[in-house]
């Protein structure tokens, strides 16, 4: 390893939030604007509940020192400070406190399109993110027939980025940031996006950047491939850093980290549209411990502030390294509800087995309708399989899970 390249020293980032909402950009007219506003508030008495202030802080007191060429995986639960991190390190936001050094050139990809103008061609972005890196036309050239190869976007190069599909924009996105000349990549959750060919493209392309000595920051909840990809990893927890290491310890540390979620737990459901889970054994009794051969029920209470037009339901089930084995939804299982237009109701979704593996597992719920996915709950309830004997367990568990559950999954709702 060489010298080192990004060095953060006591690193904070707070938001504040006024009465639940966190506090907006201003432009220069908003602040003039609100300059008389202030000077006679500043008269009132204080103590005013509806106009307190709350600082939330995103990261607090954070120090890490990566050389060249390392390959850092940054793991942690929601809300634990990772894209906050990445987003300072990539100059989107700026620190409240604390000082970072970066030698070298920035690329990152945090979000769908990153950095893209959406009326610009794929091929102006191309040329437009190598622009912004500092490279030259001619470099820009050498590894454009690699980025569109890599994408697979050669039939819509000239079209609008705003015209492509999400799965689209991100394997231009990070096409883009892993062919030009960027000493530094930054990732965020990207395997989370994009089908199984491209997320294994993906961790190739990683693995080869990694190799040529660039430094790679991988943020993701899959455990395996930070294994996989990672020469060390960092644990954060509520904006600081728990641990920074070697890999496999890293992991073991957040695993332990990660609570049994108490199913029907209220606080889980505070003022959100699902208002509670319930999971039924066989014999329709709540329970947390299941047979892979006997299944498992789940029912879900939902009260939204409009009525759901075409609802929708998704579940993932996942391992205790985050994984995602099941992913199963109404709409993608041909069962539309398309008589239900009401804003409550409850789901009952049935799994006749549940072909995995003896082991704890957690649920992750998603709830919209015909506008698109409204709510998103992870962790919700967790359950434990048991006496799974005789269970066939396919090498590629992901796809074979979701087939078989064509079959059996059945879905109702009143």
């Excluded at 940054?74 to 390190?89: F, M, W």
């Excluded at 004997?389 to 796809?399: A, D, E, F, K, M």
């Amino acid at each position: 390893m060489g010298e080192t390249v990004i060095k953060i020293e006591g690193l904070g980032k707070h938001y504040r939030l006024a009465g639940g909402q966190q506090e907006r950009y201003l432009a220069l007219r908003d602040v003039l604007a609100q300059l008389p506003r202030k000077v006679f508030s500043g008269l009132r008495k204080s103590g005013n509940s509806e106009n307190a202030i709350e600082e939330f802080w995103a990261l607090k007191d954070l120090s890490l020192e990566i050389k060249q060429g390392e390959v850092i995986g940054i793991i942690g639960r929601n809300g634990a400070g990772k894209s906050t991190l990445l987003k300072i390190l990539s100059r989107i936001t700026d620190p409240s406190e604390g000082r970072v050094k970066i030698r070298g050139r920035v690329a990152s990809l945090l979000e769908v399109g990153t950095g893209f103008h959406p009326e610009l061609t794929g091929r102006e972005n191309i040329f437009l993110s190598g622009a912004i890196l500092g490279m030259k036309r001619t470099e820009i050239k050498e590894q454009f027939d690699a980025i569109v190869d890599f994408a697979g976007i050669g039939d819509f190069l000239d079209t609008p980025v705003k015209k492509y599909s999400s799965g689209m924009q991100v394997r231009l996105g990070f096409a883009v940031a892993a062919h030009l000349s960027a000493e530094i990549l930054l990732v965020d959750e990207i395997l989370a996006v994009g089908d199984i060919e491209f997320q294994k493209k993906c961790l190739g392309k990683m693995n080869e950047v990694s190799r040529s000595g660039r430094t790679v920051l991988f943020v993701s909840h899959n455990l395996g491939s930070v294994q996989q990809l990672c020469s060390k990893a960092v644990v954060l927890h509520k904006g600081k850093t728990k641990y920074f290491g070697q890999v496999e310890e890293a992991i073991e540390r957040y695993i332990n980290q990660k609570e049994i979620v108490t199913n029907n737990d209220s606080s889980r459901f505070k003022n959100r549209a699902i208002q509670s889970v319930k999971l039924l054994n066989s014999k329709g009794e709540e329970s947390s411990r299941f047979s892979a051969r006997t299944g498992m029920r789940v029912q879900i209470s939902f009260s939204a502030d409009h009525p759901l037009k075409l609802p929708v339901i998704g579940i993932n089930i996942k391992d205790k390294y985050n994984v995602a084995l099941i992913g199963v939804n109404n709409r993608h299982y041909g069962e539309s509800f398309s008589s239900f237009f009401n804003k409550c109701g409850v789901f009952d979704i049935y799994f006749e087995e549940l072909p995995i593996i003896s082991g704890q597992y957690y649920i992750d719920l998603f709830l919209g309708d015909i506008n698109g996915d409204f709510e998103r709950i992870e962790d919700v309830a967790s359950f434990f399989i048991e006496n799974n004997v005789g269970v066939t367990i396919s090498p590629n568990l992901n796809l074979s899970i979701n087939k078989v559950f064509v079959k059996n999954v059945s879905w109702k709702i009143k």
